[in-house]
């Protein structure tokens, strides 16, 4: 077996295609665009270049067919809670069922990341935010992946864990239908703020996007911002992928909460676009792009799925979030637009994201894992803290 490094255009095709390949006899596979991979590791498209760097391989066995893939980054910005020494990562691993060839793809990224001055390495991951191929799915298998989650055949989690990955931490998605009935909580607290003067919730409006954005800002750098992890966004990064998302944007799925004008929570929904790119064989062009405003006309997607969720700290602790999830639900339930809702995911060392989507009683409806490996096998290994909030 051979692993060669990814550094022409035709590697580059084979990279996206050990993907495909491992995946060909999994039927809820869903092809990602190529133009998506491909853009993560385009230093002019990705920001996080000005942070770290990145390196892909690909595997061929012994006839010199396709046998895996692998890659690892670096970045600077890459902060989790507990961790005292630099970190790398890998991700967009694919490989046959076969340890000795995992294991060769994962010695070379290891080998590069120790070049790196890393002493461990997390995957998989992303090199960029987590709402895109992040972690490797362990639970959850018989459905459809949603927009941006990693998919994988289910012999991946052995080949991590025997060659001595550990799970840093566990990442739950949970599920509900649109129709099911709110818990009494919610009707209650909606009630509570509606009655209190200056509480409002509403909707985007696509013609003031540049107003949602401020909005996004606002409440997403203070929300965040205890996580320490320097996730500041700028209303003019907001507003840019906004006008990027405008076409598939569904208005309606998009809510902020106000106090006298100002922003304190927010709940980001967007129809899954899975649905639309499953039958694109990973392509979006022209025609690609015509057929999704056909289905999107003919109301084709029929799940949406959570992208961000918010609450300013100091209005955490009051409900405020029943208060414009209610207010989203008048609108949405019993519409016939939409059948199901799946949550973004939230990690096991975050017990209050978890225990809001228990609260909506929605169901869990798969896990993945995020493993870290240390380099110093001696080192004492410890999984992600719990999140402390102030």
């Known amino acids: 077996m051979q692993v060669i490094e990814v550094n022409t255009p035709s590697l580059a095709k084979d990279f996206i295609q050990a993907n495909v390949l491992m995946n060909k006899n999994n039927p809820r596979y869903i092809r990602p665009l190529d133009n998506e ?8 498209k990705n920001k996080n270049y ?17 046998a895996g893939r692998i890659a690892a980054f670096t970045n600077t910005k890459y902060v989790n809670h507990g961790t005292d020494f630099p970190t790398g990562g890998v991700g ?3 490989c046959v069922n076969n340890q000795a ?5 994962f010695d070379k990224a290891a080998e590069w990341l120790r070049s790196k001055g890393m002493e461990a390495m997390d995957g998989p991951i992303n090199f960029g935010d987590r709402d895109k191929w992040w972690g490797l799915m362990v639970e959850g298998f018989e459905k459809e992946p949603i927009y941006g989650m990693s998919y ?36 209650e607290r909606h009630a509570r703020f509606k009655s209190k003067a200056g509480y409002s919730a509403s909707h985007i409006n696509i013609k003031n996007l540049e107003k949602h954005a401020q909005d996004f800002a606002t409440v997403y750098n203070s929300a965040w911002a205890q996580h320490g992890e320097a996730k500041e966004i700028t209303p003019a990064q907001v507003l840019k992928l906004f006008q990027k998302m405008k076409v598939v944007m569904d208005e309606r799925l998009i809510w902020f909460a106000y106090y006298k004008e100002e922003p304190i929570a927010m709940w980001i929904n967007i129809p899954d676009l899975n649905q639309y790119f499953k039958h694109f064989n990973g392509k979006l062009g022209l025609i690609q792009k015509l057929r999704l405003l056909m289905m999107k006309r003919k109301n084709t997607c029929r799940t949406f799925t959570g992208v961000a969720f918010g609450v300013v700290p100091k209005y955490q602790a009051l409900g405020v979030d029943s208060f414009m999830i209610y207010e989203g639900a008048l609108l949405i339930q019993d519409k016939g ?6 949550m973004g995911w939230s990690g096991d060392w975050n017990p209050k994201m978890i225990n809001i989507y228990k609260h909506l009683s929605a ?6 894992v995020t493993y870290r490996f240390l380099f110093d096998r001696n080192k004492p290994f410890e999984r992600h803290p719990v999140m402390e909030y102030k």
């Open 363 to 368: 169901t869990q409806s798969r896990r993945m």
């Open 337 to 342: 637009w939409y059948d199901r809702y799946e």
């Open 92 to 94: 967009f691993f694919d």
């Open 37 to 44: 991979v491909n853009d993560v590791f385009d230093v002019n």
């Open 101 to 105: 060839a995992a294991n060769l793809l």
């Open 50 to 66: 000005q942070y770290g760097e990145t390196k892909r391989w690909i595997l061929k066995d012994d006839n010199g067919a396709l």
């Open 152 to 187: 994988n055949p289910p012999y991946y989690e052995a080949l991590f864990e025997s060659y001595g990955f550990q799970n840093f931490y566990n990442q739950y998605y949970y599920a509900m239908n649109v129709t099911d009935t709110l818990p009494a909580r919610f009707p």
